[in-house]
Nanobody, 119 residues
Framework: EVQLVESGGDLVQPGGSLRLSCAASGFTFKRYDMTWVRQAPGKGPEWVSHINSGDSRVYYTDSVRGRFAISRDNAKNTLYLQMISLQPEDTGVYYC????????????WGQGTQVTVSS
């Protein structure tokens, strides 16, 4: 069974930092591209970041570029999102999402971890 379990979300003040983790199991983690998607309260999902499986190339949405860093440790089957200079607009549930190799669909999602940026 494919499982993606996020952790690391917390309540932080503006300007603070967090590192999110995603523990993957039930599939060959190193062979899959992985993404982070977030959903702010009352809004739809927003793609945040992506990391390739083969070359670990990374991609970011404009609003987080320079502040967030996606990475992966294939030996530990773990995906990370290091976040600095957090802003209230970063508030939301952050999901670890697998990207299918066959059709590039976001086929499996974790349960999410809550990030709240507030004074």
């Amino acid at each position: 069974e494919v499982q993606l379990v996020e952790s690391g979300g917390d309540l932080v003040q503006p300007g603070g930092s967090l590192r999110l983790s995603c523990a993957a199991s039930g599939f060959t983690f190193k062979r899959y591209d992985m993404t982070w998607v977030r959903q702010a309260p009352g809004k739809g999902p927003e793609w945040v970041s992506h990391i390739n499986s083969g070359d670990s190339r990374v991609y970011y949405t404009d609003s987080v570029r320079g502040r967030f860093a996606i990475s992966r440790d294939n030996a530990k089957n773990t995906l990370y999102l290091q976040m600095i200079s957090l802003q209230p607009e970063d508030t939301g549930v952050y999901y670890c999402v697998r990207r299918a190799s066959s059709n590039y669909a976001y086929d499996y999602w974790g349960q999410g971890t809550q990030v709240t940026v507030s004074s």
